[in-house]
């Protein structure tokens, strides 16, 4: 029976893999290890606890001194975390500030004597920067491109891109961004920040690099992926922490967008990662107040104060306010439609040509973002200065070499500004800052509005999707910025209100459109907040928040969403599919036989159907005296690479080993069988056996997880998939439905208090009561066991 069950796996080679639906569009139903289509495979991570036999004697070793110290080290990791974050967003905003200070006083420097050197000169930085940028992402780290968000979504849901969270990953991101937005992109540095975070949490809980040396032994503590899985997520947070100075809007973004699975401890320790960064930033913001870090002074580290602006509104303005969450939802989906459209593209024959097209391609659109962003404002009218305001502080014209509000380009008179200059030649974090500014009413022209709108909508659309580190928060910002204040200059124009702020309509723009992009509400909602100072707007930015998600979602998926399911990454959303409610299991599962062990088995045999399929689970079997089959649970395919590696358990019998009690020596550790962090791992062509090792056996059962989840054939596919998204679970059994009951719990039998000896604890439940008899059930085989109808994983 134990041939026939290898002899029909090895001829059909197919365990039925993801074969949860996922998405209309992509077919994630492959076998084994899906392709990202970028060259990158992607694989499932392992969050279920591996109950084997070394697990269960490394737990009983364990006391209530090292849970302490446990819990101990996840609080200093959080600590670490926030510290390295932290800093790692103060180098890239006082890096990114510099560069940007030092462009622009030497191009204004220069525009004074010839414009054209003038341009020129600016591109050349520019281009400099960006090239940079692509360089180190297209020969050191390819990972690191894009805002990686969507890759961080895909390995907090349960799966894992290789290279997503290595060392060269991170300083690829670090020193990336700062060349991409620099060099002026139409891009930002927020979505990096979430990846630099996500991989700062990574490499401290693996203890480093060992691949660059850069490693400590007394940082390797975590080894389990669901342990790993709450370090990114604090990284996640604690990135946007840093990127907006938003620390509860950090941990909601976590919450919200990235996390599938949460806990009331993990919200402590990410709400600890997130105010550790602010207290970091809010530092080195105080100490370069003091004039020591270069160019970098209030810019850089987001916060558009908008305090002053205006204190409250009249039911007749909901009307306006409604219609920018309406065009905020409509250019949000537009927005991911056409760079979906773009993506695809180039992925799929523009970047299959090479680095050497990426770099060009990056370098063309620099190039462009530089021409339109200095001569476009060479062809508009300067504007006189309005009286000056000695409250407002805003001085008019800037001076040459300052950049903020009223930029003096290429303006006949010393008394006049050029409002298109004025965000558009000027650094995204400043042009949004005067965008939303207050009592600057009609500083900018609707013609110099819609310009802006058009032309950096279409360049944030040809960025995305570059092989750069790209966010799309900020662009985001400055596209719904524009049209906000565009509809606020014709409300002023309109009811003729003295208390109406054409920034405050910006600000609401800017909700409305990263509402209708990326679909977030209420951590968008708190950033907005946070970054604004103005809690007076909070009704407002719900509304157009909620407005702009409802139109979007008419439309089309997320951003991030969007993006993910392009790079191939099975995401598993909040809901399953409403066809989900007609299908079983046993449906799901298809016709496909399934691939067995059993308990002892030939190294040949293993080799041959490791090497025959990429399955990564696979049922164990065994038999019971009466000769009936009896799965015994589910090893994985890391784990027998591990055994085939070490030799350690290569036997000469093929009769199991003699478990007698606690006698069966541990010959391996838990850490032995955990991969690195967004690494390939062992693989079947690294292994090289003998004639005689091929001849040998292995027992199976010490390292099989003996307690996998099981649903019986006729499950709903509905309840299977929120099973599975819930518990993180990679494979689950599919079998027969049971023959008979051997025990119900109920709540009651849950609630063992802390302190008691649990041999004292008398539960009334069935359950407990079997567990006594469970051996000589076996032994006489009362209880029919069921056999393997499918694996669905």
């Not at 002899?7 to 074969?19: I, P, T, V, Y």
């Not at 084994?32 to 990158?40: A, C, E, K, L, T």
Request: glycine letters at 10%; a positive charge; charged letters at 20%.
């Amino acid at each position: 029976m134990i041939s026939n069950h290898l002899q029909n796996g090895m001829e059909s080679a197919k365990l039925m893999w993801s074969r949860l639906p996922n998405s209309e569009d992509a077919d994630f139903e492959g076998l084994g290890p899906i392709s990202d289509g970028g060259g990158r495979s992607v694989e499932s991570l392992d969050y279920e606890v591996i109950e084997n036999y070394a697990y269960r004697e490394e737990q009983a070793q364990r006391g209530k001194l090292y849970v302490g110290f446990y819990v101990g080290v996840k609080w200093l990791f959080a600590l670490l975390i926030g510290i390295g974050t932290g800093l790692a967003a103060v180098f890239i905003n006082i890096s990114v500030e510099n560069f940007a200070g030092w462009k622009y006083s030497l191009t204004f420097s220069i525009i004074q004597k010839s414009y054209i050197a003038g341009f020129i000169v600016y591109v050349l930085i520019n281009l400099a920067l960006v090239y940079s940028s692509v360089y180190i992402i297209t020969q050191f780290a390819p990972a690191a491109a894009g805002s990686g968000i969507p890759e961080l979504k895909g390995y907090l849901n349960g799966i894992d891109t290789h290279g997503i969270l290595l060392f060269r990953t991170l300083i690829g991101k670090i020193f990336g961004s700062i060349g991409s937005v620099g060099g002026g992109l139409a891009l930002g540095k927020e979505g990096p920040l979430v990846h630099t975070g996500a991989c700062i949490a990574s490499l401290l809980g693996q203890g480093g690099s060992t691949k660059y040396h850069l490693s400590s032994r007394w940082l390797q503590v975590f080894k389990s992926d669901r342990d790993r899985r709450d370090l990114v997520t604090c990284g996640c947070a604690a990135g946007v922490a840093a990127a907006f100075r938003a620390p509860v809007g950090g941990v909601l973004f976590a919450l919200e967008e990235v996390t599938s699975w949460w806990r009331s401890q993990l919200m402590w320790r990410v709400f600890f990662t997130s105010a550790i960064v602010a207290i970091v930033v809010r530092t080195a913001m105080g100490w370069c107040k003091s004039g020591k870090c270069g160019h970098f002074g209030s810019g850089g580290f987001i916060i558009w104060d908008v305090s002053d602006g205006q204190e409250d509104y009249s039911f007749v303005e909901l009307l306006p306010m409604a219609v920018i969450g309406v065009i905020g939802g409509l250019l949000g989906a537009l927005f991911n439609q056409l760079t979906l459209y773009l993506t695809h593209w180039r992925r799929n024959y523009l970047h299959k040509r090479g680095s050497r097209v990426k770099m060009i391609e990056v370098c063309l659109i620099s190039v462009i973002t530089s021409a339109i962003s200095f001569g476009l404002p060479l062809f508009r009218k300067c504007t006189p200065c309005p009286e000056a305001d000695i409250n407002s502080g805003i001085e008019c014209p800037r001076p040459p070499g300052m950049y903020g509000n009223y930029v003096n380009f290429y303006c006949s008179n010393d008394k006049e500004y050029n409002d298109l200059a004025t965000i558009f030649f000027n650094t995204q974090d400043d042009a949004i800052r005067n965008l939303f500014s207050a009592k600057t009413i009609h500083e900018f022209s609707a013609q110099s509005l819609l310009t802006f709108l058009v032309m950096f909508y279409t360049l944030a659309v040809v960025t995305f999707g570059t092989a750069v580190p790209a966010g799309q928060f900020v662009p985001g910002i400055m596209i719904g910025s524009t049209y906000g204040r565009l509809v606020g200059k014709f409300v002023v124009s309109f009811y003729k209100k003295l208390n109406i702020e054409e920034g405050t309509y910006a600000l609401l723009g800017a909700a409305s459109f990263l509402g209708g992009s990326m679909r977030m509400t209420v951590s968008l909602c708190v950033i907005m907040v946070e970054i604004t100072n103005n809690l007076k707007l909070l009704p407002l930015i719900m509304l157009v928040l909620l407005i702009s998600k409802a139109v979007g979602d008419a439309f089309n998926e997320g951003l991030y969403e969007e993006q993910a399911r392009l790079r191939g990454i099975p995401l598993l959303e909040s809901r399953p599919k409403y066809q989900m409610r007609q299908m079983t299991a046993k449906e799901a599962c298809g016709n496909q036989k399934v691939v067995y062990f059993p308990r002892v088995v030939k190294v040949a045999d293993v080799v041959s159907i490791l090497r025959s399929n990429s399955h990564n689970g696979y049922p164990v079997i065994d038999h019971t005296r009466s000769g009936e089959t009896l799965v015994i649970g589910l090893i994985l395919r890391s784990h027998l690479l591990v055994l085939l590696q070490s030799k350690a358990d290569f036997q000469h019998s093929p009769l199991p080993s003699a478990l007698r009690g606690r006698s069966l020596p541990i010959r391996h550790r838990i850490s032995e069988f955990v991969k690195p962090v967004s690494s390939k791992g062992i693989s079947i062509n690294d292994i090289h056996l003998s004639h005689d090792d091929m001849e040998m056996y292995i027992d199976l059962a010490p390292f099989v997880n003996p307690s996998p989840y099981i649903v019986p054939d006729d499950m709903s596919l509905t309840k299977v998939y929120n099973l599975f998204r819930q518990l993180g679970l990679r494979h689950i059994f599919v079998v027969p439905r049971a023959s008979r009951v051997i025990g119900v719990i109920t709540r009651k039998d849950l609630l063992i208090e802390g302190d008691e000896d649990l041999s004292a604890v008398e539960l009334q439940s069935a359950s407990v009561r079997a567990q006594r008899d469970k051996r000589l059930s076996i032994r006489n085989a009362d209880v029919e066991p069921p056999l393997l109808d499918g694996l669905l994983g």
